[in-house]
């Protein structure tokens, strides 16, 4: 142990550090094991073909000598003699190691004492080095340093192990929505809105599908593309392709997009809405989407309303946030979330909450629209409580513009109740 040195290293602190970021745990290791060692260097290599390359450092006041980005060619250093058994991976004074004491390394750094292990990832796979190296003869090293220093490699290899994961599965997550994007794995279906005094269809919601085996619903991928910074471009895909249909629908229905805030702050939703259709298109601001600066948005949602473009709110009553957006943005629609109108014949709690929407709906004007109708008993309830539109399966399912285009024209030309009109499907 170091003179004036704890005689027992902290490795509990050290493995609470690796809980840390990558970049800061790994270069808190590497000062621990250097001070705990009394070394001047402390470095993690990564190997790469014929060379390594000093990933991490820390060295104080030899940052002109190596730092992070460096490389040397692997037969120049001690890692690859050391891996093969040529020198040991513990070397108090390197004098006393002929071998080490002889090759160019050794002399071009005035190396005197050294430590090296390796750190082998969970494949078996040997990612690199953890070393440490004194231009002094460190005497008291000893065997239970090398073993103190084993296990900080062990726990490195950890640390550099969820990194290479995360990094692989970051590099999946793009690849596959790469794949969607380009080649065109995005469709679009959609569910009939309707006017619940009347039974009228005033519109469709627009809602991706997307190919593939994966059978994932269209929240994890639009999740999956935020995280890999094409939340954008997936989602103005799935708007542009829904914007392709509203001319071919009667002019009095209008259709709804699910977006970000992210995507409306972009500006991109703004430019592809084309302004004479702008009265027949509504945004929804989702209750799960988080809003870091409701100014900002409220911004971006004004240049979008001056061409008649109305915004919703969904998810009403599934949590605190949906409220927070009907506060901060005054939208023009408030959509009751499945979770309020699901058997609220049933539940008084349900019931009351709906009513205060509805009041609050009629004292700012604001319409109120009722999601994931099922039944004809719930579809009653919100008629009696005033509830202006719905849909919902009861109403009809998502369906292909072909299919819409069916309904629309029975529509023209029957006065039945939709709930009698629409297609129903598995």
């Known amino acids: 142990m170091r003179e004036g040195e704890p005689d ?19 270069r808190r290791a590497l000062e621990a094991v250097r001070v705990h060692l009394g070394m001047q260097v402390a470095y993690v290599s990564e190997f790469v073909d014929d060379r390594t390359y000093f990933r991490e450092v820390d060295a104080p006041g030899l940052e002109h000598v190596i730092k992070p980005g460096d490389s040397m060619p692997l037969d120049y250093v001690y890692c690859k003699h050391i891996l093969e058994g040529r020198l040991p991976e513990l070397i108090p004074d390197v004098l006393d190691v002929p071998f080490a004491a002889n090759l160019p390394f050794t002399k071009d750094m005035g190396i005197r004492a050294h430590m090296s292990v390796p750190i082998k990832l969970n494949d078996g796979r040997t990612y690199g080095m953890f070393c440490c190296v004194s231009t002094e003869p460190q005497p008291t090293l000893n065997v239970r340093d090398l073993k103190m220093m084993r296990a900080v490699a062990e726990l490195t290899a950890v640390l550099i192990g969820r990194e290479i994961d995360a990094t692989t599965e970051h ?111 509504v945004v929804e601001i989702t209750e799960h989407a988080s809003v870091e600066d409701y100014a900002a948005l409220g911004g971006a ?66 319409q109120i629209l009722a999601e994931g109708v099922e039944t004809a008993v719930e579809f009653d309830v919100l008629r009696k409580l005033g509830v202006e539109t719905a849909q919902g399966y009861f109403l009809g399912r998502p369906m292909s513009f072909v299919e819409a285009m069916t309904l629309v024209q029975q529509m023209n030309v029957a006065a039945r109740p939709v709930a009698k009109l629409v297609p129903r499907r598995a």
Not at 8 to 14: N, S
Request: aromatic share 6%; hydrophobic share 45%.
């Open 8 to 26: 027992i290293f902290d490795l509990k602190g050290l493995t609470a550090a690796l809980d840390d970021k990558a970049e800061y745990s790994l």
């Open 171 to 281: 590099r999946t997550k793009l690849e596959r929505i790469q794949k969607v994007l380009s080649q065109d794995e995005l469709s679009i279906v959609v569910q009939p809105i309707i006017r619940i005094s009347d039974q009228r269809l005033l519109g469709f919601e627009c809602l991706s599908r997307f190919a593939g085996p994966e059978n994932w619903t269209p929240d994890i991928w639009f999740s999956m593309a935020a995280s890999v910074g094409l939340g954008t471009e997936l989602e103005m895909r799935a708007v542009e392709k829904g914007l392709a249909l509203l001319g071919l629908f009667p002019q009095d229905l209008y259709l709804t997009f699910n977006v970000s805030p992210e995507t409306v702050m972009s500006g991109a939703l703004a430019k592809a809405i084309p302004k004479k259709h702008g009265r027949r298109v």
């Open 301 to 366: 949602l004004n240049d979008l309303r001056i061409n008649g473009v109305r915004l919703a709110v969904d998810d009403a009553g599934a949590g605190y946030a949906s409220l927070r957006h009907i506060l901060a943005l005054q939208p023009d629609i408030i959509k009751l979330d499945i979770s309020l109108t699901h058997n609220i014949q049933d539940d008084l709690a349900r019931h009351a909450l709906a009513a205060a929407l509805v009041h609050f709906g009629r004292e700012t004007k604001c």
